[in-house]
């Protein structure tokens, strides 16, 4: 397992949690201590809004996130303040605005869903060499301002009003405290995600106050043990091939049980994972890594005799997949990677992995012939297999004929037919009647009311996005299919396997 240390992103990684680990709990000691807790939940609200924002008009995801979390945190904090309400009441509001604007912006601008969400699960090892230094700039800062604003901090922890008659600008103390820990909580969305930031920021801090008896002892104590969770919860992951985030939750929340049970053994609870790291796995050396099962198809229609794919046969949404550690060995030792740019793992292939740009093949995926044609061929030229790609491709060109001789004979041809946008390529290919398009989110009002008037006898949905369910109730009369784009389904592993198929579907 040690030997994965000397790719660069996994060395990243444990540098950047091992620094985030100590730093952190510091701001999850003033969640508690100034009763933030729901300031968290408006920043993974606010996190989406940006997502959508940055996509909708092409900015810098992580500055335009930062930059709406730094205007509601500012907002939250007058608007407490002036209006004497409390702070969680004010962010639940907040929050509820920022999730609308946010569905506005995803369905008006037409933004992918699974991109603006992708700060859910954060990227670990996709940070570059420049984030780590300025993570680890932000965390000295952190814990200079502990060091520093100390006294200030316990009296205003102990009463705000005593502070202030003692001499302490609160309220400049205050609006400090919550910036640095709206920040904290923004750059750990970014590296363990926002489903599970509480076991870096909130898990140290609250195991702490069962044992600390001064605030000094709690803060020393929720750095001690952030720092110790972080670290064999990053090797532990390594081990059992898990995010994480996942796995430094596992070993917090599996000490804060010892400690309830027995104090004594939580030093080998947290160094289980640690002591286990000398566990060497030979890496294996591959030849043609495939991100989902689609562009895996492309590859052996191209001629490749060994693929690995990243995402299982099994996933219903595979351009969803998150990388896991081990995957990081089988990309890194490929010849070539083949990916198609929208799953989400994209950005980590692109940038922060340090995997050469000439390994990188990235290749349309629909169902029209003449893309299938050309991106097998961009394969083949890769790999040397030009003959075989084209003695494939001829299997494909009949299947088409084929299929579009059943949809004449049996008079398809002529229905009307509404189709989900990620399955005309494949409609198109067969000359189908196509009256209305929807998709890939569920249709609004409008959409449902123009397509009812457009009466299609055929409703061709996406198994894989789910959006035309309403449409049946719609239209009734309608038959309603879902087809293929991801083989897998059916018994599925070619795109040949998802032609016929599609077709049996269509036909029957």
Not at 97 to 116: C, H
Not at 472 to 493: D, H, K, M, S
């Amino acid at each position: 397992m040690l030997e994965m240390l000397s790719l660069p992103p996994v060395l990243k990684g444990l540098v950047l949690i091992s620094v985030t680990g100590f730093a952190f709990p510091l701001t999850g000691v003033y969640l508690l201590r100034l009763n933030l807790l729901p300031l968290r939940f408006m920043l993974m609200h606010g996190a989406i809004l940006g997502g959508a924002m940055a996509l909708a008009l092409e900015w810098n995801i992580f500055a335009t996130t930062m930059a709406v979390n730094l205007l509601l945190v500012l907002l939250m904090a007058r608007m407490s303040r002036s209006l004497r309400a409390d702070a969680g009441y004010i962010s639940a509001l907040l929050m509820v605005l920022t999730v609308s604007l946010a569905f506005i912006l995803v369905y008006k601008f037409d933004v992918k869903a699974k991109d603006t969400l992708e700060v859910l699960w954060g990227s670990l090892y996709s940070s570059s060499w420049g984030e780590v230094v300025a993570v680890s700039v932000f965390s000295a800062s952190l814990a200079g301002f502990q060091i520093m604003c100390f006294r200030g901090l316990q009296a205003m922890f102990f009463d705000r009003e005593i502070a202030f008659t003692a001499g302490v600008n609160e309220k400049m103390l205050y609006y400090t405290t919550v910036l640095l820990t709206s920040f904290t909580v923004a750059l750990a969305m970014r590296i363990t995600g926002a489903l599970l930031l509480d076991a870096l920021l909130l898990l140290p801090a609250i195991i702490v106050t069962f044992f600390a008896r001064s605030l000094k002892g709690v803060i020393i104590g929720a750095s001690a043990l952030g720092g110790a969770f972080a670290v064999s919860g990053f090797f532990l992951s390594l081990m059992l091939d898990i995010p994480a985030s996942s796995a430094i939750a596992i070993v917090a929340v599996a000490v804060f049980i010892v400690m309830i049970l027995r104090r004594r053994a939580m030093l080998l609870v947290i160094m289980a994972p640690l002591l286990f790291a000398c566990h060497n796995k030979p890496a294996e050396t591959q030849y043609v890594v495939a991100t989902t099962s689609w562009t895996a198809a492309y590859a052996r229609l191209a001629g490749a005799d060994s693929v690995v794919m990243l995402a299982p046969f099994d996933m219903q949404h595979p351009a969803e997949y998150e990388l896991r550690p081990s995957d990081i060995t089988k990309l890194t030792s490929a010849r070539l990677i083949i990916f198609a740019g929208y799953e989400t793992m994209t950005k980590r292939l692109q940038s922060g992995l340090d995997i050469d740009d000439a390994k990188l093949l990235k290749i349309r995926t629909d169902y029209t012939y003449s893309e299938i044609e050309l991106s097998v061929m961009q394969i083949a030229s890769k790999l040397g297999t030009d003959s075989m790609a084209r003695a494939n491709l001829l299997q494909v060109k009949q299947l088409y004929d084929d299929a579009r001789t059943m949809v004449k004979q049996s008079g398809i041809i002529s229905q009307p037919v509404a189709v989900e946008r990620f399955m005309k390529p494949f409609a198109d290919e067969l000359g189908l009647n196509i009256v209305a398009v929807f998709g890939p989110a569920p249709p609004e009002a409008r959409v449902l009311a123009d397509i009812a008037k457009a009466k299609p006898a055929l409703i061709i949905d996406n198994y894989h996005n789910r959006a035309g369910a309403s449409l049946a109730e719609v239209v009734p009369e309608a038959r309603y299919i879902l087809l293929l784009n991801f083989p897998g389904a059916f018994g599925t592993q070619t795109i040949q396997d998802v032609i016929r198929t599609n077709e049996l579907k269509i036909k029957n």
